[in-house]
């Protein structure tokens, strides 16, 4: 806000919108927010981006479904000691990143569970070790490349002597659906 210079990033609250709309759609009513805080314009955007799909979709929000933290695979498996022990627990849980992803899937596992049947999970980023996971993560691309090109492309059009406006971009982001994610266990 207020730059003299181009600004490209992504549209985090529509990355997690398509994230938790993929939930949804699965038929998950009880969806956790997991990671992040609301000290970033990022942390804030997903947050926001979560909220505006489960109210879209008349779902309730309970406060202990946002459960927020470090953005790493450590708080990530942290917070699966706190999610697990919800009186009311979700069915699916929508991570600030794949970091958190990750750390979550690992701490669902270590507790019996199977992440992706059990427990739906998303991460955010699309970073390479999320293919690769166990079950593979459906996670939102953040446009980073794209990013990086535009401004790349902005900076050498300056360079060149040639004009550029102030903006602000948003990159839209896409969601690659993998294994970590179904429809939902009602369990007694």
């Not at 600004?7 to 992040?36: E, Q």
């Not at 909220?51 to 942290?78: H, Y």
């Not at 300056?158 to 994610?181: A, Y």
Request: with cysteine; net charge neutral; charged share 20%.
């Amino acid at each position: 806000e207020g730059a003299d210079v181009p600004v490209f990033r992504g549209d985090d609250a529509y990355g997690t919108g398509l994230a938790t709309n993929h939930l949804i759609s699965l038929g998950h009513k009880r969806i956790a927010m997991i990671g992040g805080t609301d000290q970033t314009s990022t942390g804030r955007d997903r947050y926001q981006g979560y909220l505006n799909a489960m109210e879209a979709a008349g779902l309730e929000v309970r406060p202990s479904w946002r459960i927020p933290g470090p953005r790493t695979k450590q708080a990530g498996f942290e917070a699966a000691g706190q999610f697990l022990a919800l009186k009311d627990k979700p069915t699916a849980a929508c991570c600030w990143n794949d970091l958190v992803a990750i750390g979550l899937m690992n701490g669902i596992a270590r507790a019996g569970l199977v992440p992706g049947i059990d427990i739906s999970v998303t991460g955010y980023d699309d970073l390479e070790e999320a293919a690769i996971a166990t079950p593979a993560l459906t996670t939102v691309w953040n446009g980073q490349r794209e990013v990086g090109r535009r401004a790349a492309s902005a900076l050498l059009d300056k360079l060149n002597g040639q004009m550029v406006r102030p903006s602000q971009e948003l990159i839209k982001p896409e969601l690659h659906v993998r294994q970590s994610t179904g429809k939902p266990v009602e369990r007694a």
